[in-house]
Structures are given as C-alpha cells and as structure tokens.
C-alpha cells in the first residue's frame, strides 16, 4: 500500500513539473522509506517517466541567456549527474557565441567593455567568449 501510495505521490510531483532523480528522491524520502522510494525511482525510470538526460536538455533549452558555466552550476544544484551535465553542455556549446550575443545585443550598457564582459561573465559565459561577443557587437554597431 506504501509503494502505491509514494508512486502516486512522485507521478504528482512529476505532472506538475520536470524533476531530475536526486530532487525528486529527496522530495520522496521526506515522506517514504529509503527502499520504497528507491523501487519507486527504478519504477519511474523503467516507465520513461523519470530521466536525467531528457530533464537537462530541457533545461537547458528553457535558460538560452545563460552560458554554459552558469548552466553547470544550476544543473549540478538540481542533481544532474556530472556525466550527463557534460554530455549536454558538450551538445549545447556549438550556439554558444551566437548565445552571448543575444543577450549582449539586448544589455543596456554595453558601450563600457568592462561592465559587458562583466555581465556575460556573470551569465555563465567564459572570458574568451565574452571578449569576441563584445568584439562583434562593437562591429556591428560601428559598421
């Protein structure tokens, strides 16, 4: 009766929201024994209701401002395995600069290099990358 009832409870947590398997487990053991919410979780996983994988790809589909530095920190916060974090930032890096620029064409004050670079740096997008984005934004309001 307990298994169904934490089942019922995770399928729940899961209609109202994507989770990845370490919230949703600390979300279960809040109120389920160690052994029903592991069954529970495998459970979940085996009926393609639960996966890391799908959950960080949408994730990081949903937080396009943000650069992939920014978007490992938050996805490790969620408890995204490092493996699968690597897999989909490694899939994701290809829009990267293309990334940059779209947030920076749309900061106010990116005349002053300094508070720019800062503000992507602060997004999650590494030096090299903010400095080019700059580069080419500065041409394009110049050319």
């Known amino acids: 009766m307990e298994k169904s009832q934490a089942l019922a409870y995770a399928v729940r947590l899961l209609a109202r929201r994507a989770l990845s398997r370490a919230r949703l487990r600390e ?8 052994g029903e919410v592991e069954e529970v979780l495998d ?3 085996a009926l393609g209701y639960l996966d890391d994988r799908a959950f960080a790809e949408t994730f990081v589909a949903g937080r396009k401002r943000y ?3 920014k978007l490992r920190h938050l996805l490790r916060a ?3 395995p490092e493996a699968v974090v690597a ?11 293309e990334a940059a620029l779209r947030v920076l064409r749309r900061y106010p004050r990116r005349q002053d290099k300094a508070k ?9 997008f590494p030096l090299p990358v903010a400095l080019e984005a700059y580069r080419l934004v500065k041409e394009e309001e110049s050319g």
């Open 116 to 124: 720019a670079v800062r503000f992507l740096q602060g997004r999650g």
């Open 43 to 45: 459970r979940l996983e």
């Open 27 to 34: 979300k279960l053991l809040a109120r389920f024994s160690e």
């Open 87 to 97: 897999e989909v930032l490694r899939e994701a890096e290809e829009g990267v600069l």
């Open 78 to 80: 969620q408890g995204v």
């Open 67 to 69: 650069g992939p530095l």
